[in-house]
């Protein structure tokens, strides 16, 4: 054989080399993050998914949260004979159940699943790595901006509340009344329907030490990826009440308007708005009887809170009625100032009063 044979061999065995490890490298292929799907994130949440390499090697799967500096291993492996009969996807799947409660109300709190071909560190490149961000607003009712410890996890969560005394648990009370529960027809989510609000509720908190109680004004939403109702906002108790009662103590709740009448079966008098308590209760997520179809206030939404339409010019409300207060005009209306205050306070969630 000839020098010049010899190197034609060389080359042509180092070509077919080339190819036959090419084709066994091993990349990642079908990678999915199921859930949770981006916006709020409340409680124990399922992070799971599936993921395979072309050639059935490992895959190492890591939940990232950048801004916190947190790296945690999902476990990997489990069979998704939903996914594959056969074949590398069969034993794809991944996930883990953990308490976003851990982390800080608010947000949003960028998240990466990186999925990588064996393990390591590094820049997670193609084809042996795939990064998939989602953003998320952590939900945690009963907990305030910028607090951590509270409200990790709730002991107790109920559907009453007193909003002279929250701290007491007993529906029995007197001052206790049961929750207003209403649809937002504006909304839709994954099977047609509204989200529904619930005014107010009582959270028992376990992981702040005090055990301390405290209400809130939640919407929640049926998700169908999950098949089950999650916590889409949820807007603690805050001072913001006490200036719109303020105003509805001086402007609305007077003798001889709503004050409330025992026995009494039309408005005025059927709505009662002379405290912060009959207040909340007569008017977040409670159907108007002028238009039924519309809550008196729908936590974030002027548009849709028949209240909010009544006190100001041109206001979205039933044939054959009247601005409030009754006939106004001019200086006898809410100033700019007071509808100001009110609607801020319904653009905030509509947050139940502090005692």
């Known amino acids: 054989m000839t020098g010049k044979q010899l190197r034609h061999v060389l080359s042509v065995g180092t070509l077919s080399l ?39 090697a490992e895959v190492t799967v890591r939940l990232l949260i950048p801004s916190l500096a947190i790296s945690l291993q999902l476990p990997w492996g ?19 159940v953990l308490n976003v409660g851990n ?28 990064s998939i961000t989602r953003s998320f607003t952590v939900v945690k009712p009963g907990a305030r901006a910028g607090e951590v410890a509270q409200f990790r996890f709730a002991q107790d969560f109920a559907a009453f509340a007193d909003l002279t005394n929250p701290s007491i ?27 529904i609000i619930i005014a107010p509720v009582t959270i028992q908190d376990t992981t702040s030490g005090g055990g301390g109680f405290r209400t809130a004004t939640l919407r929640q939403r049926w998700v169908q990826n999950t098949q089950s109702f999650e916590i889409i906002s949820a807007v603690t108790s805050d001072p913001s009440f006490s200036a719109v009662q303020g105003i509805l103590g001086t402007r609305c709740g007077l003798s001889g308007c709503h004050v409330g009448v025992p026995g009494a079966t039309t408005l005025p008098a059927l709505l009662p708005l002379n405290n912060s308590t009959n207040s909340f209760f007569n008017t977040v997520a ?31 409300i039933a044939a054959g009625t009247q601005r409030m207060p009754p006939g106004c005009s001019g200086a006898t209306c809410l100033s700019a100032s007071e509808i100001s205050t009110i609607e801020n306070w319904i653009i905030n969630g509509a947050p139940p009063p502090i005692p």
């Not at 594959?84 to 034993?91: L, M, Q, T």
């Not at 709190?109 to 064996?118: H, K, L, N, S």
């Not at 007993?170 to 009344?177: F, L």
């Open 103 to 130: 982390l800080q109300p608010g947000g949003p709190v960028a998240m990466a699943i990186e999925m990588r071909e064996g393990g390591g560190t590094g820049a997670c490149t193609a084809p042996t790595c795939v």
């Open 78 to 96: 489990t069979e998704r004979g939903d996914v594959a009969a056969s074949g590398p996807d069969r034993f794809s799947g991944f996930g883990d």
């Open 286 to 316: 409670l159907r108007s009887l002028e238009n039924p179809q519309m809550p008196r206030i729908t936590p974030g939404k002027t548009a849709q809170s028949y209240l909010f339409q009544k006190i100001i010019a041109g206001g979205a």
């Open 169 to 195: 648990p007993d529906p029995a009370t007197p001052n206790h009344r049961p929750s207003n529960v209403a649809t937002d027809p504006s909304t839709t989510n994954e099977n047609g329907g509204p989200d």
């Open 18 to 56: 080339l190819c036959v490890t090419q084709g066994v490298r091993a990349d990642i292929q079908n990678a999915v993050w199921e859930s949770p799907l981006a916006g709020t994130a409340s409680g124990l949440q399922a992070f799971r998914g599936h993921v395979s390499s072309s050639t059935g």
